[in-house]
């Protein structure tokens, strides 16, 4: 194979109960097991309610992805791990991988959440091949959902951009973090003051400044639907609604 764009795949590591390291462990082997042998993994981890057992089996697990028995692929790696100490909210924690990536337009930024993973062996490469082959920035993928366990595959969804307005009132049709792809050069940046709209806010930041994605429509991404997923450590109804009132402010739908 001749040399192709490198994808950085920036994955916000925060401790949210006992099973963080099984969940990350399945997200870092999915990476593994990818066909395409140009990537970059850019950990970044979040100690805040973590005590020491906990944040050193965490990292026990990064470190032991960071050598890959036989790889022959040498531009495969995984940079040191970055503890960020006690962080107020997931933002900082994402802005933090993001900011890691080298803002090349010839690279791509793949966002993992650490409670999800990749499907299939060619999931980079196939996103990276429908990238390469449209003039459109970012990309987001289908995707299908699991259980904790990991095992299940249901509700197959079709990303889709609803609209501005749809996207300030929470509407989010296009899917979490997990689903995107994006050309390094033009990332989006997490806002600290939401909690749980960061998503619906990142995907109207990219909208305005590039356009709207490309849909893939291969379901490589899995999202883990559980108890100890960053939305049901809050509570919901509440996060919504304050979200949805600062982001119509900031949109200009108040």
Same mark, same amino acid.
């Given at each position: ?35 395409? &042998? ?6 970044? #981890?979040?100690? @805040?309610?973590?005590? %020491?057992?906990?944040? !050193?089996? =965490? ?11 036989g790889n022959p692929f040498p531009q495969r790696s995984c940079s040191s791990i970055n ?19 080298? &803002? ?6 793949? #966002?993992?959440? @650490?409670?999800?993973? %990749?499907?299939?062996? !060619?999931? =980079? ?125 900031k949109y200009g739908y108040a």
């Open positions: 194979m001749s040399e192709r764009p490198i994808v950085n795949v920036c994955i916000p590591v925060y401790y949210s109960g006992p099973e963080v390291p099984r969940v990350l462990d399945r997200l870092l082997t999915s990476i593994e097991e990818q066909d395409y &042998p140009y990537w970059r993994i850019h950990p970044i #981890l979040s100690i @805040q309610k973590c005590n %020491l057992s906990e944040y !050193t089996e =965490i990292i026990q697990v990064m470190h032991k992805k960071r050598d890959i028995p503890p960020l100490g006690d962080v107020d909210g997931p933002a900082k924690n994402t802005n933090s991988a993001l900011l890691m990536v080298d &803002p090349n337009p010839n690279s791509y930024v793949k #966002l993992m959440n @650490q409670d999800d993973f %990749l499907d299939s062996p !060619t999931a =980079i490469s196939d996103m990276v091949d429908a990238l390469e082959n449209n003039d459109a920035k970012w990309l987001v993928s289908t995707c299908v959902h699991t259980d904790a366990e990991g095992e299940k595959r249901e509700r197959i969804h079709i990303p889709g951009w609803p609209g501005e307005k749809m996207m300030v009132e929470g509407v989010n049709r296009i899917g979490c973090p997990s689903v995107a792809m994006f050309r390094s050069d033009v990332l989006p940046k997490c806002d600290p003051n939401l909690a749980l709209c960061l998503d619906c806010d990142m995907w109207i930041q990219m909208v305005r400044k590039v356009g709207e994605p490309l849909i893939h429509n291969k379901p490589h991404v899995v999202i883990r639907m559980w108890d100890q997923q960053l939305s049901n450590q809050l509570n919901y109804a509440q996060a919504l609604e304050t979200d949805k009132i600062y982001m119509r402010q």
